[in-house]
């Protein structure tokens, strides 16, 4: 784990991510993990599965966009700004994405040291 909250822990990131998908489709992990009462081969089984892996790759992607935006390194730069309005910080006119970061990261760094 890193020491500094202010910074994205890959290590961790990359463990659940790994936990989280395995290489395999959502479809082929859901036929792997369910046992059909249809036809496996049938039109039913096929559609069920099809709706589910499709709903299952929606919270996959939200899933992902959450653990992703924890990090300021990471997160959308809205996300950042409204973390920034915590400390009274706001982007100045024409300041690149990524100084404003690293004055948001300095302000965290202050707040727990």
């Given at each position: 784990?890193?020491?500094?909250?202010?910074?994205?822990?890959?290590?961790?990131?990359?463990?659940?991510?790994?936990?989280?998908?395995?290489?395999?489709?959502?479809?082929?992990?859901?036929?792997?993990?369910?046992?059909?009462?249809?036809?496996?081969?049938?039109?039913?089984?096929?559609?069920?599965?099809?709706?589910?892996?499709?709903?299952f790759?929606?919270?996959?992607?939200?899933?992902?966009?959450?653990?992703?935006?924890?990090?300021?390194?990471?997160?959308?730069?809205?996300?950042v700004?409204?973390l920034a309005?915590?400390?009274?910080?706001?982007r100045?006119?024409?300041?690149?994405?990524?100084?404003?970061?690293?004055?948001?990261?300095?302000?965290l760094?202050a707040?727990?040291?």
């Open positions: 784990m890193s020491a500094d909250p202010s910074e994205p822990d890959v290590e961790a990131a990359e463990q659940m991510e790994i936990g989280l998908s395995d290489g395999r489709s959502q479809r082929e992990r859901l036929e792997t993990a369910l046992k059909s009462p249809y036809d496996p081969d049938g039109e039913i089984w096929s559609a069920f599965i099809e709706a589910f892996a499709a709903e790759e929606e919270i996959e992607q939200a899933l992902n966009e959450v653990l992703a935006s924890k990090f300021v390194d990471t997160a959308g730069l809205a996300q700004e409204r309005e915590l400390y009274d910080l706001e100045r006119t024409g300041e690149p994405a990524a100084d404003f970061r690293a004055r948001v990261k300095t302000a760094r707040q727990i040291t």
